[in-house]
């Protein structure tokens, strides 16, 4: 159980293209869904939090017109990296809280983003 | 603000050695404390968790200490396995603001 998914597992882009990442929760429904960004050898960095039919919730310093998160069901968010550059390329992996257990994390696959 | 100190940033071990990663948190209302493994380009994977309520929780040969007071809380692998060489992450949250707040990660390497 709390299995959660995200599409695409990589993609290669183009600078200056926009790129959608889709995070699914599988067998559960996810009030709550979390973007994180890692680094290679670095720890998870929170980027925003999203609830359900609400606006997303941005940590400090993350551009919210470059970085647009929509959650519009519950197994379902997507971050859209727009007008991506060089320095977007990352691994970006997305989590999913239950609504029985509303302070666990189940994380998905993750997404490695490479901007050319 | 918050933070999370994680110890050591990589261990080594040989296989059937035990192995400790020790985390330090400043909240004091912190009242969940996670840890997830994560293996070379995939997502964390939730391992073991405590709550505050509680001192110390195993599973298997996963166990996790917490000290409130001291504010610092531990992963306790034993039997390690060269499957178990990975790196993982603690974490600190508090039920009532949803986010996770990251140590650094231990790169842990087991040796057959």
């Known amino acids: 159980g709390a299995v959660v998914s995200q599409h695409p597992s990589w993609v290669i882009c183009k600078s200056g293209t926009s790129v959608k990442i889709e995070c699914r929760s599988l067998?559960?429904?996810?009030?709550?869904m979390f973007w994180y960004r890692q680094f290679p050898k670095q720890s998870l960095m929170l980027m925003a939090t999203?609830?359900?039919?609400?606006?997303?919730?941005?940590e400090q310093g993350v551009e919210k017109d470059k970085f647009l998160i929509n959650h519009a069901s519950l197994t379902l968010s997507t971050l859209t990296v727009t007008s991506a550059h060089p320095e977007d390329s990352s691994f970006y992996i997305c989590?999913?809280?239950?609504?029985?257990?509303?302070?666990?994390?189940?994380f998905g696959p993750g997404t490695r983003l490479t901007v050319l | 603000g918050e933070n999370v100190e994680q110890h050591p940033s990589t261990l080594s071990v040989q296989e059937g050695d035990s192995a400790v990663i020790k985390c330090t948190y400043s909240?004091?209302?912190?009242?969940?404390f996670p840890w997830y493994k994560q293996e070379l380009g995939k997502g964390p994977q939730l391992i073991i968790d405590i709550r505050s309520n509680v001192g110390e929780k195993k599973d298997q040969r996963i166990a996790v200490t917490l000290n409130k007071t001291a504010k610092h809380f531990s992963l306790h692998i034993t039997e390690t396995q060269p499957e178990d060489s990975a790196v993982y992450f603690c974490a600190e949250g508090n039920t009532g603001f949803q986010k996770l707040v990251f140590g650094t990660g231990t790169r842990l390497l087991v040796s057959p």
């Open positions: 909240d004091s209302a912190s009242n969940y």
């Open positions: 989590s999913a809280e239950t609504a029985t257990s509303t302070d666990t994390q189940y």
């Open positions: 999203s609830n359900e039919g609400s606006k997303a919730t941005y």
């Open positions: 067998d559960f429904q996810a009030t709550t």
